[in-house]
């Protein structure tokens, strides 16, 4: 072989970066599990033993835990005092939850892969599938805890008002149908801003929608916002006024048949909004970080996830505007643009 040294030193170094980055995700786990990032919320110094005062830990964990965050970069040191402190920067990404960059959601997410790699390989391996419900539940929590806080920044202000006179619809009372809908946030979110509309919410995942009726009931949303165990191509109702699938179209084995239910669901002037992982038609336009997060999930959570499922399509999470629209109008779908979009989530509207 010949080795361009040079090229080795920097996928070394890149190496380094990565072991360290899946190294330190574990202790932001621990963090947001025992409350440490919260503890440190007020971005005052604090010294090893007042943090483990103020939380009940072990002092020389929290000592160590401590230098980890700030050789991430992901807590402050300053040498003269020994103290540690989070930026507001980083107390905002790191300890509220609700917000669009809560970091601890994603991390979570991939936690959860690493404990299913030897089923994912097997996967891999024979070309079967792993359906959702087959991962460690991390992955569930996880991904509420990942896309929440995107739907609570975006949905409202942005993503609804770009769709063609929905937003009057929610306004005077609307029945929608939330598909794919997980522990529920998105459809309690839409219930808790339109207090005249109805939210259907369906996910096949049993668990998830326990979780989601909870969360309905807890938020006293509960009459108003109701949950079935169903898939995309069987969820029930008719005469939808909205139909929303948020990150979820790309994981289903029949997209074109999901869609085709979609479009006999709806009202004649009914808007079905997809919302999907912002990605390129061409595979060189997503080799950059957004990229890499959603071809990394794809390999180990979306294609196996459709390849369980009848059809197996598998369009991936980067499957871009192209290949969705491809699927909206072979459903038999007349109308498809893109309504809006963010650095991570692309939102289409399509129309009868």
């Known amino acids: ?7 080795l030193d920097e996928f070394v170094g890149r190496f380094a970066g990565d072991l360290g980055a899946v190294l330190h995700a ?67 990404a790191l300890s509220r939850e609700n917000n669009p960059v809560f970091a601890p959601g994603g991390l979570q997410i991939a936690a959860s892969t690493i404990k299913d790699v030897d089923r994912l390989a097997e996967a891999i391996r024979t070309g079967t599938g792993m359906e959702w419900g087959a991962h460690d539940p991390d992955l569930f929590a996880g991904t509420d805890r990942f896309f929440k806080p995107n739907y609570i920044a975006n949905l409202l202000d942005s993503w609804l ?43 096949y995942h049993a668990p998830s929608i326990e ?18 165990v169903a898939s995309a191509k069987d969820y029930s109702g008719r005469g939808y006024d909205l139909v929303t699938f948020f990150d979820c179209l790309h994981d289903m084995g029949d997209p074109v048949g999901a869609a085709a239910h979609v479009l006999t669901t709806l009202d004649g002037d009914g808007t079905w909004m997809i919302v999907e992982p912002n990605a390129g038609d061409r595979l060189e336009d997503n080799l950059n970080p957004v990229g890499r997060i959603f071809y990394s999930a794809s390999t180990l959570i979306c294609v196996p996830a459709s390849r369980s499922q009848e059809v197996g399509l598998a369009l991936g999470a980067q499957a871009g505007e192209a290949r969705i629209r491809e699927v909206v109008e072979r459903a038999g779908f007349t109308r498809f643009r893109r309504a809006a979009e963010t650095p991570f989530n692309l939102v289409y509207e399509a129309r009868p």
Do not use: N
């Open 161 to 203: 008002p770009a769709l063609d006179g929905v937003v009057a619809k929610l306004e005077s009372g609307a029945h929608v149908a939330d598909v794919g809908c997980g522990y529920g946030s998105s459809s309690i979110l839409l219930a808790q801003a339109y207090s005249r509309t109805r939210v259907a919410g369906s996910d």
């Open 26 to 92: 574990a202790t932001v786990l621990v963090g947001d599990k025992l409350g440490l990032y919260r503890a440190m919320a007020d971005s005052r110094p604090v010294t090893a033993a007042e943090l483990a005062e103020r939380t009940g830990c072990d002092e020389r964990y929290l000592r160590e835990w401590l230098s980890a965050q700030a050789a991430s970069g992901y807590a402050e040191y300053d040498a003269d005092t020994g103290t540690f402190r989070l930026t507001e920067e980083q107390a905002f």
């Open 1 to 7: 072989m010949s080795i361009d040294q040079a090229k």
């Open 211 to 228: 979780a989601a009726r909870k969360a309905a009931a807890d938020a006293g949303v509960a009459e108003r916002c109701t949950f079935e």
